[in-house]
């Protein structure tokens, strides 16, 4: 939470001192425009929003508190649990669009040509001040950290129901935590583009998110194997709800990196795609 709460205080002062349109903002998420020169970025948003390996987190860490396993438990530490993860998804959520709106007020469209967090920084410093500038780029650095943290608690908990925890705890932190930095810290050394990077790798992120929603939503539905804690029908038609945009807006990512090859190497792919969903599904199911 001292990240979160770090970067959330940033970016309200970021908002308040680039003067944003209320009116436009909302306009923008009542109806935002989708197309395939932006598709790429929009997928890259909800990968680096709803994070796949975050789904692990918060279920371990729920598991974690518990001591007795009795029924009134189970209860006690679920209704803590959602009071808990609401308001931090909230805020993460928040924080996100937070990042985006202040991004694109400070440097659409004069600097939208900006590539990298330094020259970022040393844009707003005449536009908005060095103290706006040290913000922007201390949220930044926070929200990475954040991130990483995630990824590495991740990590441990996969490792930890693959493996169990016979692992030394500290060799188990420190081999996930190589994992989770060394593929970035390679491609700097080589001279990618960090932001390009960046892009791509929540990109990847969303179109790995089927992985583990598929899976949850139909556990969590199951009442032989969630008893009195199955989800409610409308939660789960929620779920499947949310669940179909998001596999709807990586099929139209691959539809529009595929749209210049052959027709046949398009349907392959396509195809392929598609398999690797119903198979999730009807692996769950059976």
């Known amino acids: 939470m001292l990240f979160v709460s770090i970067i959330g205080v940033g970016f309200l002062y970021e908002i308040l001192v680039t003067g944003l349109s209320i009116p436009e903002i909302a306009h923008s998420f009542v109806s935002p425009a989708?197309?395939?020169?932006?598709?790429?970025?929009?997928?890259?948003?909800?990968g680096a929003t709803v994070m796949p390996h975050a789904l692990y987190v918060?279920?371990?860490?729920?598991?974690?508190?518990?001591?007795?396993?009795?029924?009134?438990?189970?209860?006690?530490?679920?209704?803590?649990?959602?009071?808990?993860?609401?308001p931090a998804f909230t805020i993460a959520g928040m924080v996100n669009a937070a990042i985006l709106i202040v991004s694109a007020a400070a440097f659409y469209p004069k600097f939208s040509n900006v590539s990298a967090v330094d020259d970022a920084y040393r844009i707003m410093i005449p536009i908005f001040g060095s103290l706006a500038?040290?913000?922007?780029?201390?949220?930044?650095?926070?929200s990475g950290l954040a991130s990483s943290t995630t990824g590495t608690l991740a990590g441990i908990a996969i490792m930890d129901g693959m493996l169990g925890?016979?692992?030394?705890?500290?060799?188990r932190r420190i081999i996930t935590r190589i994992i989770n930095v060394f593929p970035t810290t390679t491609a700097v050394l080589l001279g990618l583009d960090p932001l390009s990077l960046l892009v791509y790798s929540q990109v990847?992120?969303?179109?790995?998110?089927?992985?583990?929603?598929?899976?949850?939503?139909?556990f969590t539905a199951r009442k032989d194997?969630?008893?009195?804690?199955?989800?409610?029908?409308?939660?789960?038609y929620l779920a499947l709800l949310i669940g179909t945009v998001?596999?709807?807006?990586?099929a139209a990512l691959?539809?529009?990196?595929?749209?210049?090859?052959?027709?046949y190497l398009k349907a392959l792919i396509l195809g392929a795609y598609a398999a690797y969903h119903v198979y999730l599904v009807y692996a769950m199911l059976r």
């Not at 691959?254 to 027709?263: D, E, G, L, T």
């Open 165 to 171: 925890t016979k692992v030394n705890k500290t060799l």
């Open 58 to 86: 918060h279920s371990t860490l729920t598991k974690n508190k518990l001591t007795d396993h009795t029924v009134e438990e189970k209860k006690r530490v679920l209704k803590l649990h959602i009071r808990e993860s609401i």
């Open 254 to 263: 691959v539809y529009v990196i595929v749209a210049q090859v052959s027709i």
């Open 246 to 250: 998001i596999v709807v807006l990586n």
């Open 34 to 46: 989708i197309g395939s020169n932006n598709i790429l970025l929009i997928v890259g948003i909800v």
């Open 225 to 236: 194997l969630m008893g009195q804690f199955v989800n409610r029908r409308f939660t789960t």
């Open 133 to 142: 500038a040290i913000i922007f780029a201390v949220t930044l650095l926070c």
């Open 204 to 218: 990847l992120l969303s179109l790995m998110i089927a992985l583990p929603m598929i899976p949850l939503i139909i």
